[in-house]
């Protein structure tokens, strides 16, 4: 009864052989988008070649690779030729690539490509805009899914190297048609807990997998943060939307964990220089406040302060003696000024003063009337010469007299104007208006006005 069944080895290697001997099968030719490629250090390449329907799985073995001429990358497009054929460790078919040639770009590629131009135009990326991530921080809030190695590297790391740390984990999905909301909602929840950093992340995939990192709702939440977000989405050679946009990006979770927190050892290594450094400075400041104690210590006030009463004592009495010598003088000065008085002419017979002043307004009174009398005769002498002088009585005569002497300047200036000179055949000659008297005032070309007896020509210098 039992050798009716066969193993599951027996059964793949028979599918194996009806595969491998199908004629159809031996040579196909496909064309579909890569994903979850990669290059092995021998130089094999290892893919899943997909379309909007299917996948299948691709091996290129190094004897082929080396033939194409570029470098194939998920979400390219290509066509390729190859065989089809079971592996029987896992039981499933997938093709053995020959050749590959490039058919586009993928739909996912160009989306990312589109969008991060996009995002990059609204100044999303901008880097002056990327806020700092605390040196020291308190709490840390971790956006992933809760039961990935992520948050487990995450966890052990930042316990490792820093566990003053408190981690808020924000449990998420992280692939899926539903992971983009979950994700941008756990951010916006994230913003209430007081956190001095926000880990967004998860472990590597496909570009399936990741492709919620890649969402532009994702890239928003992140940038709208007012939590410094570090971004950590699968390994060191992937890239999405979200690394732009974050305020950091690290190559793994792990990675992300240690940019976070520093490592405590460090921490109590610069404490330490610290604390070196301030009991070296407090230490120097004792000793200079000490030296400066005592230089003060040793001052001649403070060691002899009698000295300064002794001093300002000195002062006092000089200035004393000084304030008693000079009310003295001036005492003895005015007593003697007050005798002086006391004793003038002035206070013991002051009647004569009057009559004295009497006697000297009769006299100034005397002798204004004479001088008024003077100023009288005078003015009338004066005025009796006028009124019989030529002038009144003949002024015609004096009319006469000025015309004469007139006549008599004209004659004399006669001889000296140059209108004489003129009619004796001579000119003035001018330039702009004024009198050359040198040819050293004439130049070449020089427009000239020579005035003649009878008028004027212009002429030019030769």
Known sequence: ???????????????????????????????????????????????????????????????????????????????????????????????????????????????FEQLKKKLELEGLFDPTIKKPIPKIPKRIGVVTAPTGAAIKDIISTIKRRWPLCEIILFPSLVQGEMAKEDIVHQIERAQNYNLDTLIVGRGGGSIEDLWPFNEEIVARAIYQSFVPIISAVGHEIDFTIADFVADLRAPT??????????????????????????????????????????SVKNVYILTNPMSIYQTKEMYFDSLLDRLNFSMTSNITKYR???????SSYIFTNPESIYKDRKVELNDLTNRLEYSLKNIVNIKERELLKIKSSYILTDPYKLLDKKSNKLLNLISKLEPLS?????????????????????????????????????????????
């Open 1 to 111: 009864m039992q050798d009716k069944y066969i193993t599951v080895t027996q059964l793949t290697r028979y599918i194996k052989y009806k595969i491998d001997n199908d004629i159809h099968l031996n040579e196909v030719f496909l064309k579909g988008e890569i994903s979850n490629f990669k290059a092995h250090t021998r130089g094999h390449f290892y893919f899943t070649l997909k379309d909007e329907g299917s996948r299948i799985n691709a091996v290129m073995f190094a004897s082929s690779t080396k033939n194409i001429k570029f470098t194939p990358q998920d979400g390219m497009k290509v066509l390729v030729t190859g065989k089809i054929s079971v592996f029987e460790a896992n039981g499933g078919y997938q093709i053995y690539v020959n050749d590959m040639l490039e058919d586009g770009v993928g739909n996912l590629y160009i989306a």
């Open 418 to 462: 140059p209108l004489k000179t003129i009619e004796r055949g001579f000119g003035i000659v001018k330039k702009e208006d004024k009198v050359i008297t040198s040819i050293k005032d004439i130049k070449k070309k020089d427009k000239l006005e020579i005035e003649l007896k009878d008028g004027s020509i212009k002429v030019e210098a030769l």
């Open 253 to 294: 979770p792990t990675g992300a964990a240690e940019m976070a927190v520093p490592q405590i050892g460090d921490v109590q290594n610069y404490l330490n220089q610290l604390k070196i450094r301030l009991n070296k400075a407090i230490y120097n400041d004792i000793a200079k406040y000490r030296q400066k104690l005592d």
């Open 336 to 342: 003697n000024l007050l005798k002086e008085m006391k």
